[in-house]
């Protein structure tokens, strides 16, 4: 089996190097090159393909907000996990709405590290739904905002038609549930779970889980405060 490829991008050169260092030590883990700024990171990104970019979020030249941006636009099956000291609202917000999966403090665990990268290049890592319910209430200052409220409004009209079963797999994703916690949850197939998800994507027009949890907490919100009637 290939190796996950991983870039990582920081600005300081500990940082680098120790995750260079852990990575390597895992078999199913690839460094195919890193980065001490954002252009740099974007530069190596396009040349190698990764599967998953480690990208802290405040760098020179380029920060990991716009670098996520530049890379998604490059390379949209790249996966970005986020990196950064504290849980800053503002910068994961912002990430997310340009299409980062993930975010990570740089003081988690290695082992913890090593399980979530390889959890995303399975596509199990998340946005927690908590984030999820902040990025909805702050979608008017997003580039995103039109694009996601149009998905939401669709939803609201009933056009995208989830079946019972969809509805029930969205809400446990709107809960914060990855896809093998749903499949445990309903007494599924992860594999089949995923394919729910896909198809959920597939109706309310997204293309990855961060935009879905948007769309289905956007949705969540217009239809109680329609059943309030404001």
Same mark, same amino acid.
């Given at each position: 089996?290939?190796?996950?490829?991983?870039?990582?991008?920081? =600005?300081?050169?500990?940082?680098?190097?120790?995750?260079?260092? !852990?990575?390597?030590?895992?078999?199913?883990?690839?460094?195919?090159?890193?980065?001490? =700024?954002?252009?740099?990171?974007?530069? !190596?990104?396009?040349? %190698?393909?990764? =599967?998953?970019?480690?990208?802290?979020?405040?760098?020179?030249?380029?920060?990991?907000?716009?670098?996520?941006?530049?890379? #998604?636009?490059?390379?949209?099956?790249?996966?970005?996990?986020?990196?950064?000291?504290?849980?800053?609202? #503002?910068? !994961?917000?912002?990430?997310?709405?340009?299409?980062?999966?993930?975010?990570?403090?740089? =003081?988690?665990?290695?082992?913890?590290?090593?399980?979530?990268?390889?959890?995303?290049?399975?596509?199990?890592?998340?946005?927690?739904?908590?984030?999820?319910?902040?990025?909805?209430?702050?979608?008017?200052?997003? %580039?995103?905002?039109?694009?996601?409220? $149009?998905?939401?409004?669709?939803?609201?009209?009933?056009?995208?038609?989830?079946?019972?079963?969809?509805?029930?797999?969205?809400?446990?994703?709107?809960?914060?549930?990855?896809?093998?916690? @749903?499949?445990?949850?309903?007494?599924?197939?992860? $594999?089949?779970?995923?394919?729910?998800?896909?198809? @959920?994507?597939?109706? !309310?027009?997204?293309?990855?889980?961060?935009?879905?949890?948007?769309?289905?907490?956007?949705?969540?919100?217009?239809?109680?405060?329609?059943?309030? $009637?404001?």
């Amino acid at each position: 089996m290939r190796p996950i490829r991983i870039v990582i991008a920081d =600005d300081q050169a500990l940082m680098r190097d120790g995750l260079q260092t !852990i990575l390597e030590l895992q078999p199913d883990m690839e460094v195919t090159g890193t980065a001490e =700024d954002g252009l740099q990171a974007l530069d !190596i990104v396009r040349e %190698s393909k990764p =599967d998953i970019v480690l990208l802290d979020i405040q760098m020179p030249v380029m920060d990991g907000i716009e670098c996520t941006r530049r890379i #998604k636009e490059a390379s949209p099956d790249t996966v970005i996990l986020l990196l950064s000291i504290f849980l800053e609202d #503002k910068y !994961i917000l912002e990430g997310f709405a340009q299409g980062a999966s993930g975010y990570l403090l740089k =003081d988690m665990e290695a082992k913890r590290l090593i399980e979530s990268i390889r959890d995303a290049a399975c596509g199990r890592l998340m946005m927690p739904a908590t984030i999820a319910a902040k990025l909805a209430a702050n979608l008017s200052r997003l %580039s995103a905002a039109a694009e996601l409220e $149009g998905c939401a409004v669709r939803l609201v009209q009933k056009e995208a038609r989830l079946t019972e079963r969809e509805t029930e797999i969205a809400r446990l994703m709107v809960q914060g549930l990855t896809n093998k916690q @749903i499949a445990k949850t309903l007494y599924m197939h992860e $594999g089949t779970v995923r394919n729910y998800v896909s198809v @959920i994507y597939g109706k !309310i027009g997204v293309n990855d889980r961060a935009k879905a949890l948007l769309v289905l907490t956007m949705n969540n919100h217009c239809n109680r405060t329609h059943d309030r $009637g404001e």
